[in-house]
């Protein structure tokens, strides 16, 4: 079966010319944002891109934390206007609570970290983990709560990646028009909503939210080898703050990307593009980026203890 849906994926991405590869972490992180609902060549195409930067720089970052002398190799370019305009998300947006003053959504404020670990799971095992509805549980530490609504089919999304069947994507697709048929590619997306209560972010103690998170998975073509690979885009749609409006979440993005590797490990990118406000500092302070870098990895390392055995969720 896995050789058949090989052979397919081949003849589709066939169809036409694929397009070049970005070149680069900031313009393949920022490729797969904004390609994420486009072909399956389109977005094939960014995990080319990432796969290639990986293979020339980024396989040194693998595991490693951030601190204050090594700040600007985790950073990550801005996200454009263009990159996220297929997104729902509000263009005025509450930027200060205490004073409720409101302005239009920037993007240069929104500032991006990358982290990469090496995992102790094969990358449907990664997954498996990745799309349960228990988020709080599996990340324990990150969330107080997290509540998950599928609206897409989750056991017919998860048998794709066992079975190596999926729905073919040839064309971009618009998930957020009225009419959007859904159920003809959930094989291959699957669409949540999900109500976040974060823990504690440094000073922040956030109201809940609507987030915004949506899975991709299949075979993609990397350095001529078929390799499967899980992505999940998130977004906020709007501002959130703290009962009292000192602290909040401006805008916040990710892109993340687990990949098959050799021995039955997966190789997890997590970028993360965020604007927060609150105790004086800025989002590009490199007190913010160190640790949104080391949350990141942080997570990582508890899937991979998972995985492994290490560690076990409390149902």
């Known amino acids: 079966m896995m050789m058949l849906t090989l052979a397919l994926t081949g003849t589709l991405l066939g169809c036409k010319p694929p397009p070049p590869a970005p070149e680069g972490l900031d313009a393949s992180t920022s490729y797969m944002v904004e390609h994420f609902y486009d072909s399956d060549p389109l977005f094939q195409a960014g995990v080319q891109g990432f796969m290639g930067w990986y293979a020339d720089e980024g396989y040194l970052l693998v595991g490693q934390g951030a601190d204050g002398s090594n700040t600007d190799s985790y950073t990550v370019g801005e996200l454009s206007d263009a990159n996220v305009a297929n997104l729902p ?4 947006l509450l930027l200060n609570g205490e004073e409720d003053i409101t302005g239009p959504r920037d993007m240069s404020r929104a500032k991006g970290v990358v982290s990469l670990a090496e995992m102790d799971c094969d990358w449907i095992e ?66 949540t909503k999900n109500q976040a209560d974060p823990d504690k972010v440094l000073t922040a103690d956030m109201e809940p939210y609507e987030l915004r998170l949506d899975l991709r998975h299949g075979i993609y073509e990397v350095e001529d080898e078929e390799i499967g690979a899980m992505a999940i885009l998130t977004f906020n749609r709007d501002a959130v703050w703290d009962e009292e409006g000192k602290n909040g979440l401006i805008q916040a993005f990710s892109i993340e990307l687990n990949v098959q590797q050799d021995n039955d490990k997966t190789l997890r990118m997590l970028a993360v593009w965020a604007e927060p406000y609150g105790a004086g500092l800025e989002p590009d302070d490199p007190l913010v980026l160190n640790y949104a870098v080391n949350k990141s990895l942080g997570a990582s390392e508890r899937l991979s203890k998972i995985c492994s055995g290490e560690e076990e969720i409390e149902e």
């Not at 998300?89 to 005025?92: A, F, G, I, K």
């Not at 997954?127 to 056991?155: C, H, M």
């Not at 048998?159 to 003809?184: H, K, N, W």
């Open 89 to 92: 998300l509000e263009p005025t």
């Open 126 to 191: 990664t997954e498996s983990y990745l799309i349960r509805p228990d988020q709080d549980a599996v990340f324990n530490g990150d969330w107080e709560a997290y509540d998950r609504e599928y609206l897409t089919d989750k056991d017919t999304f998860q048998g794709a990646s066992s079975e190596g069947v999926f729905d073919p994507i040839e064309e971009a697709l618009d998930p957020f028009a009225d009419d959007f048929d859904a159920s003809l590619y959930e094989r291959s997306i699957l669409f």
